[in-house]
């Protein structure tokens, strides 16, 4: 097969692009997100008297 017909580049270029999307849409969707906990920050406040 020393030359493809363009068509048959086009088609072969679009099944490459077709499957790295369904690839990439499968990666993306596989994981589950993981939940992160909301970190209450109990603030203490200390008072400095400076000495000026």
Known sequence: ???MG???WLNLF???ILG???FSIINFFS???IKT???V???TLLEK???W
């Open 49 to 51: 008297f400076w000495k």
């Open 31 to 33: 994981k589950l997100p």
């Open 6 to 8: 363009p068509l048959l």
């Open 1 to 3: 097969m020393p030359q």
């Open 14 to 16: 679009l099944m490459f």
């Open 20 to 22: 790295y999307m369904l």
């Open 37 to 39: 906990e909301t970190f």
């Open 41 to 43: 920050h109990k603030s």
